[in-house]
């Protein structure tokens, strides 16, 4: 699905060669993320894994943007598959060994699973990361980065999807009309994992 996605003063959209940066701006927001922290044990494993997925998937298959080289924010639109090959597998596989805590590949292919069965099927844009730099909270840089792809989809027509990892930014997605589906641990005792979904807003096309 093509989408006429419109930029705003200070969003730019990510080329490969932006890969990295994006990766890292991501990694640096989600290190003290309660499923993240979890899954991964430690914040190099999270930068680690940022870079592989942003550079094999999300900057060159689908739409990411960064906000002042201080936000970033990684999407799929319908029919953008979040696939990965065997070289990006092993980079992960080995990303894991090197950095992360014990467990933690059983632990992110745990995750992995539960996130797919509670996936939905019909179309929608996908929103896999979006996340500041500590120092640069409270600029509203996540609503700019956010609100030039809901616009769109609200033209569209199309629903769009998250999976929220820390209860602090549920108050954050429902102002931009985000509404909960479903909450999951994602080991029992662990963290909670939050699905939400926003339908398009009416009369926006």
């Known amino acids: 699905m093509t989408l006429d996605i419109k930029p705003t003063e200070g969003v730019e959209q990510a080329s490969p060669r932006d890969a990295r940066a994006i990766a890292d701006i991501t990694a640096q927001a989600f290190a003290e993320d309660p499923v993240n922290r979890h899954v991964f044990g430690r914040p190099r494993a999270i930068l680690s894994c940022m870079r592989v997925l942003a550079r094999r998937i999300y900057v060159p298959g689908g739409h990411s943007y960064s906000a002042e080289g201080a936000a970033a924010a990684m999407w799929l639109a319908p029919g953008q598959s979040p696939g990965l090959g065997g070289f990006a597998q092993a980079s992960l596989a080995a990303g894991m060994f090197l950095h992360a805590s014990k467990g933690a590949m059983g632990r ?47 033209r569209a027509g199309l629903p769009v999807y ?44």
């Open 162 to 205: 998250l999976e929220n990892s820390n209860p602090a930014n549920t108050g954050f997605y429902k102002a931009q009309g985000f509404q909960t589906v479903t909450k999951f641990e994602v080991a029992p005792g662990g963290p909670v994992m939050e699905p939400m979904w926003r339908e398009p807003a009416a009369g926006a096309g």
């Open 108 to 154: 992110a292919l745990a995750l992995s699973e539960k996130m797919d069965a509670h996936h939905p099927e019909a179309p929608h844009m996908y929103l896999f990361t979006i996340g500041t730099r500590p120092e640069a909270r409270g600029r509203g840089l996540a609503r700019s980065l956010m609100a030039p792809v809901l616009a769109a989809c609200d």
